[in-house]
T-cell receptor, first 111, second 111 residues
Framework: DGGITQSPKYLFRKEGQNVTLSCEQNLNHDAMYWYRQDPGQGLRLIYYSQIVNDFQKGDIAEGYSVSREKKESFPLTVTSAQKNPTAFYLC??????????FGNGTRLTVT | DAKTTQPNSMESNEEEPVHLPCNHS???????IHWYRQLPSQGPEYVIH???SNVNNRMASLAIAEDRKSSTLILHRATLRDAAVYYCILSLMNRDDKIIFGKGTRLHILP
């Protein structure tokens, strides 16, 4: 079945370490997105990419980095510069005239 | 900031219809209205979308005001499984934009 896979589901890191969250899709979608969600809050856009080798900052890009070397992959790195990295991270993809398809998220805890 | 306004929470009795409102007074002519819902610890799932005309699918109906400044998601017969956070968002179908989510409406279903 086609879909979006985020791994791992739970991730624990020590403060000061960079960590990379994986997002893979086999839907042949051009656009991919990363959102952050904090408890009781909506989704906030971190980065988005509409085509391979190109991406744009969302509303809260500081402390994060992404790459889009392949159409099916859009990994997100949470750097040590991100002041409050503990959150639920959601990846999504879409294509022209299609709704967003979301993965099931990665819950990152930094202590 | 999100371009839509929704009530923070709503309650409904099981097996009764639910009308979830959304205001989008700054909607442009090329904005589609999308609805998603999110269950706890999962990614949001697509519910329905429309441009100008009312829409029906197996999950719900979408009623769009004539001036397009508001819309209503209608669940015809709520079940306990419909308890979720519902998000109303605006999006250009060509995806040449940031897709911004607000905090949504938390729907509680009473047995």
């Amino acid at each position: 079945d086609g879909g979006i896979t985020q791994s791992p589901k739970y991730l624990f890191r020590k403060e000061g370490q960079n960590v990379t969250l994986s997002c893979e899709q086999n839907l042949n979608h051009d656009a991919m997105y990363w959102y952050r969600q904090d408890p009781g809050q909506g989704l906030r856009l971190i980065y988005y990419s509409q085509i391979v080798n190109d991406f744009q900052k969302g509303d809260i890009a500081e402390g994060y980095s992404v790459s889009r070397e392949k159409k099916e992959s859009f990994p997100l790195t949470v750097t040590s510069a991100q002041k409050n990295p503990t959150a639920f991270y959601l990846c999504a993809s879409s294509t022209f005239e299609s709704p967003l398809h979301f993965g099931n998220g990665t819950r990152l805890t930094v202590t | 900031d999100a371009k839509t306004t929704q009530p923070n929470s709503m309650e409904s009795n099981e097996e009764e219809p639910v009308h979830l409102p959304c205001n989008h007074s700054t909607i442009s002519g090329t904005d589609y209205i999308h609805w998603y819902r999110q269950l706890p610890s999962q990614g949001p799932e697509y519910v329905i979308h429309g441009l100008t005309s009312n829409v029906n699918n197996r999950m719900a109906s979408l009623a769009i005001a004539e001036d397009r400044k508001s819309s209503t998601l209608i669940l015809h017969r709520a079940t306990l499984r419909d308890a979720a956070v519902y998000y109303c968002i605006l999006s250009l179908m060509n995806r040449d934009d940031k897709i911004i989510f607000g905090k949504g409406t938390r729907l509680h279903i009473l047995p």
